[in-house]
C-alpha cells in the first residue's frame, strides 16, 4: 500500500519565482492538507482540500494556493517567492473530514529561493 | 489562540537511560492529541493518537500519556535508533467551519541517544 507521495524531493528557486508542488494521497484517503515547516519548527498548517475545494486556510498569504484533482491528488502553487518561503513542504492524507482521523505525511518537498 | 509548547528543547540520553518528554497544550475543543517522529530531512512519521484524558498507548520502548492540560511520551530504555524530533500536536474543533482537520504542532524534542 503506496503511503504519501511528494514530487518534487528538492527545489530550488530564485526571488519573484513562481513554484508548483505535487501530492498524491495515501490509498483510500480524500483529505489533503498542507503544511510548512522552517528549520528547527514544527509544521504550520497552511490549507486543507476536500471534494477539490479549499476547507479551512491559515494564516498563509495570498500568494499560497492550491488544488485538488478528481483522483484527490494535490498541487500547491506558490508566486512571487520570498527568501522566506525556503522550507519543507509537507504534505498530509486522511480519510475524509472527520476530527479524529490521524493525518499521514509525506516525505516532504524541500524549497530553497536563493 | 490555540498553543503547544513541548520541553526539553533537546535531550541527550545514555543508551538504556528511560526518561519523558513532555507536551502542554492550551485549545478549546480537543478532538486528538498527536504524536510523531520525524528523522532529519523527512516527513513526520505517525505514533499516537489520544483522545481524551487518561488515555494511554504503548508502542515498543514508547508510551503516551494524556491529561487534560499535557501529555507525555515516555522512553523506556531507549537505543540509538531511538534518536529523532518527536513532534507534539493537537487537533481541535474550528469554530468557524464547525469542523477541523489542521493540526497545531509543537516545535519538537531534538532526542538524541548515545551508545
Known amino acids: 500500500d503506496a503511503g504519501v507521495t511528494q514530487s518534487p524531493t528538492h527545489l530550488i528557486k530564485t526571488r519573484g519565482q513562481q513554484v508548483t508542488l505535487r501530492c498524491s494521497p495515501k490509498?483510500?484517503?480524500?483529505?489533503v492538507s498542507w503544511y510548512q515547516q522552517a528549520l528547527g519548527q514544527g509544521p504550520q498548517f497552511i490549507f486543507q482540500?476536500?471534494?477539490?475545494?479549499?476547507?479551512q486556510r491559515g494564516n498563509f498569504p495570498d500568494r499560497f494556493s492550491g488544488h485538488q484533482f478528481p483522483n484527490y491528488s494535490s498541487e500547491l502553487n506558490v508566486n512571487a517567492l520570498l527568501l522566506g518561503d525556503s522550507a519543507l513542504y509537507l504534505c498530509a492524507s486522511s480519510p475524509g473530514l472527520a476530527t479524529t482521523d490521524t493525518q499521514y505525511f509525506g516525505p516532504g518537498t524541500r524549497l530553497t529561493v536563493l | 489562540e490555540d498553543q503547544v509548547t513541548q520541553s526539553p528543547e533537546a535531550l541527550r540520553l545514555q543508551e538504556g537511560e528511560s526518561s519523558s518528554l513532555n507536551c502542554s497544550y492550551t485549545v478549546s475543543g480537543l478532538r486528538g492529541l498527536f504524536w510523531y517522529r520525524q528523522d532529519p530531512g523527512k516527513g513526520p512519521e505517525f505514533l499516537f493518537t489520544l483522545y481524551s484524558a487518561g488515555e494511554e498507548k504503548e508502542k515498543e520502548r514508547l508510551k503516551a500519556t494524556l491529561t487534560k492540560k499535557e501529555s507525555f511520551l515516555h522512553i523506556t530504555a531507549p537505543k540509538p535508533e531511538d534518536s529523532a524530533t518527536y513532534l507534539c500536536?493537537?487537533?481541535?474543533?474550528?469554530?468557524?467551519?464547525?469542523?477541523?482537520?489542521?493540526?497545531?504542532f509543537g516545535s519538537g524534542t531534538q532526542l538524541t541517544v548515545l551508545p
Open positions: 490509498s483510500g484517503h480524500d483529505t
Open positions: 482540500y476536500y471534494e477539490e475545494e479549499e476547507r
Open positions: 500536536a493537537v487537533c481541535a474543533l474550528s469554530k468557524s467551519s464547525g469542523s477541523a482537520r489542521q493540526l497545531t
